[in-house]
T-cell receptor, first 114, second 109 residues
Framework: NAGVTQTPKFRVLKTGQSMTLLCAQD?????MYWYRQDPGMGLRLIHY???????AKGEVPDGYNVSRLKKQNFLLGLESAAPSQTSVYFC?????????????FGPGTRLTVL | GDSVTQMEGPVTLSEEAFLTINCTYT??????LFWYVQYPGEGLQLLLK?????DKGSNKGFEATYRKETTSFHLEKGSVQVSDSAVYFC????????FGAGTRLTVKP
C-alpha cells in the first residue's frame, strides 16, 4: 500500500495564480484532512471531509476550497494565491471520527508564493 | 476549546542522554493522546498513543503515560540516538485532533 500520497511535492506560484493540490489514499479511509504547517505554530486544520461528497471548514479555511468527489481523493484549491499562503501542506486520513484513531499523513507539499 | 501545550525547543542532547519532552493538555471528557514524529522532509508518523488514563504508550524506546490528574503526557527516552533527531508533536483527539507546536530535537554524536 502506498498509504497517503500528495502531488506535487514542491511548487512556486506568483501572487494571484491558482493551483490544486491532490491527496490520494489507498486505505479506504472515510475521513480526510488538509493541514498547513508554519514554523512555531504546529499544524492547523484548513478543511476536512467525513466522506465522499462532503466537506467542512477547519480552523483556517479562508482562501482555500476543497472537493471530495471520490472517496480516495481530496483536493485542495487556491483560487488566488497570496504570500501568506506560503507554507507546507499536509494531507491526512483516518478510518472514522473515533477518538482512538490515529491520522495517517502524506509527505507534504512545500508551496512558495512570491 | 481543547488545546495542547508542549515545551518549546529546540532541544539539543548528546547521544545516550535522557530525553524528556513535556506535554500538557486542556480538554473536556476523555481524549486520546498521541505523540507523532516528523523526520526532515517527511510527513508526521505516529510514534505512540494512549487512549485512557494511566495507559502507557511505548515504541522504539520512547514512552509516555497518560496522567489525567496532571493533564500531562510527557515523552521520555532513556538513551537517545543521533537517528532520533526530528520534530516531535504531542496531540489529542477528542473528536477533533489538536496538535502542539512541535519540539525540535537534535542529538549530537
Amino acid at each position: 500500500n502506498a498509504g497517503v500520497t500528495q502531488t506535487p511535492k514542491f511548487r512556486v506560484l506568483k501572487t494571484g495564480q491558482s493551483m490544486t493540490l491532490l491527496c490520494a489514499q489507498d486505505m479506504n479511509h472515510e475521513y480526510m484532512y488538509w493541514y498547513r504547517q508554519d514554523p512555531g505554530m504546529g499544524l492547523r486544520l484548513i478543511h476536512y471531509s467525513v466522506g465522499e461528497g462532503t466537506t467542512a471548514k477547519g480552523e483556517v479555511p479562508d482562501g482555500y476550497n476543497v472537493s471530495r468527489l471520490k472517496k480516495q481523493n481530496f483536493l485542495l484549491g487556491l483560487e488566488s494565491a497570496a504570500p501568506s499562503q506560503t507554507s507546507v501542506y499536509f494531507c491526512a486520513s483516518t478510518t472514522n471520527g473515533g477518538t482512538y484513531n490515529e491520522q495517517f499523513f502524506g509527505p507534504g507539499t512545500r508551496l512558495t508564493v512570491l | 476549546g481543547d488545546s495542547v501545550t508542549q515545551m518549546e525547543g529546540p532541544v539539543t542532547l548528546s547521544e545516550e542522554a535522557f530525553l524528556t519532552i513535556n506535554c500538557t493538555y486542556t480538554a473536556t471528557g476523555y481524549p486520546s493522546l498521541f505523540w507523532y514524529v516528523q523526520y526532515p522532509g517527511e510527513g508526521l508518523q505516529l510514534l505512540l498513543k494512549a487512549t485512557k488514563a494511566d495507559d502507557k504508550g511505548s515504541n522504539k524506546g520512547f514512552e509516555a503515560t497518560y496522567r489525567k490528574e496532571t493533564t500531562s503526557f510527557h515523552l521520555e527516552k532513556g538513551s537517545v540516538q543521533v537517528s532520533d533527531s526530528a520534530v516531535y508533536f504531542c496531540a489529542l483527539n477528542n473528536n477533533d485532533m489538536r496538535f502542539g507546536a512541535g519540539t525540535r530535537l537534535t542529538v549530537k554524536p
